[in-house]
């Protein structure tokens, strides 16, 4: 029946080793998430067996109360025609004792057909509470370990996150290392350097220049000089000459 087959996938779901299953996963967490989604449905449908066996649990409890009301309704018209019979015979009436007497006899027969079904119903009712019980058992087991599934997928995601998260961190902190010779930051840093290295070689090489245009004016300027003492050497030998004659 229905409800025992739920009572047996519910045994399954509780025996499994989760821990075991995870281990093996490659991916965790959609295992987990499955497994929810498995007790989630197993649930729906162990709520619906508890409905039903507690349905048919009140019918059975129903009407083993008709048949006792009937058992005893029976009994009581067996009383009563076992009652007439009696007075009949005591009135030398012996067809309506005779009578009498088949009408409880017929009130006995009904009464232990009632018995009968009583003690069936009491029988039933038995089975179907246990199996309401144990139905009721596993529906709760489930739900406590679907929780505790819950919790632990919501602990695994936020572990998987924050591992994550410190991942990267640990990646950024890696790349912008000035001790890492690759690192974007070295990079820019000798770039900088190469620049300013051109800036100071191009101001050494206009310092030079200018220094040298300053050193052509003084040396005009001596040459001037040396042709102008030469020229008063000159004019001074040639007055010399003339006086001496």
């Known amino acids: 029946m ?12 509780m025996r499994a080793n989760i821990n075991s299953m995870l281990d093996s996963a490659e991916d965790p967490e959609r295992m987990l998430d499955q497994l929810v989604r498995d007790f989630t449905n197993n649930i729906a ?12 649990l009140r019918l059975l409890e129903e009407d083993q109360r008709e048949a006792q009301s009937a ?5 009581s018209k067996a009383q009563a025609a076992a009652r007439k019979a009696d ?14 007497d088949e009408l409880a006899k017929i009130a006995i027969r009904r009464q232990i057909s009632f018995e009968t079904q009583t003690k069936t119903f009491e029988t039933q009712i038995a089975q179907q509470t246990e199996l309401t019980d144990s139905l009721k058992d596993g529906l709760n087991k489930l739900r406590a370990k679907r929780e505790e599934l819950v919790q632990k997928r ?16 640990q990646e950024a902190v890696r790349d912008v290392s000035v001790m890492d010779p690759t690192s ?3 990079r820019f840093e000798e770039r900088v350097r190469r620049e300013e290295a051109m800036a100071r070689g191009m101001s050494e090489v206009a310092a030079s220049s200018l220094e040298e245009e300053f050193a052509s004016l003084e040396d005009a ?3 001037a000089e040396v042709e102008s003492r030469l020229s008063q ?5 040639g007055a010399g000459a003339g006086t001496g004659s």
């Open 2 to 13: 229905a409800q025992t087959t739920i009572l047996g996938r519910i045994g399954q779901l």
């Open 45 to 56: 449908e162990a709520e619906e067996a508890v409905a039903q066996t507690v349905g048919n």
């Open 71 to 75: 058992l005893s309704d029976w009994g």
């Open 87 to 100: 007075e009949a015979r005591s009135a030398s009436n012996d067809a309506d004792a005779s009578r009498f």
């Open 154 to 169: 919501d602990e695994l995601v936020s572990r998987a996150k924050m591992a994550s998260a410190q991942r990267q961190v």
């Open 184 to 186: 974007e930051l070295n």
């Open 221 to 223: 300027d001596t040459e």
């Open 233 to 237: 050497l000159r004019s001074g030998a």
